[in-house]
């Protein structure tokens, strides 16, 4: 899963692996569980999306950054900057297997899906604002 942007537009992003070397290196999402809660009985408070960087040849993590970072990141994005939207779908359905009770969560995941697939398939098309937006409310 290799996105589009590259290290260095995430600030302190290692260019390199710390353990091999390897500048094979790779962003993937990951959402995690904030609190003790069992599966099944989570809220929207408890889990939470980050996304990792890691290397291919050691499996090394390198880098975590959570994901109201990375939407604001995607914020502070120059216009002319593309944004691989099949990435941020994969991470969207990530969310949306983590067991919640809570349906306004789950109503704006799905909304915000729709809204990604309705955009050009261009992966190097500049997402628009009500999608920037949209991302940045959603953690």
Sequence with gaps: MNTEISNA???GAPTHCKECGSTELEWFSHVRILNAVQQGQLNTHD???VFVLGCIECSES????KAE?????LNAAPPAQGIDLGQVREAVEMAMEVPIKDRTQRQRLAGLL???DSQPTLSN???????????????
């Design 9 to 11: 537009a995430v600030p």
């Design 47 to 49: 889990v939470g999306c």
């Design 62 to 65: 390198l880098s975590i950054v």
């Design 69 to 73: 970072d990375v939407a604001g990141l």
């Design 114 to 116: 729709a809204l990604i």
């Design 125 to 139: 098309a500049t997402p628009p604002q009500d999608l920037r937006t949209q991302l940045g409310e959603v953690r």
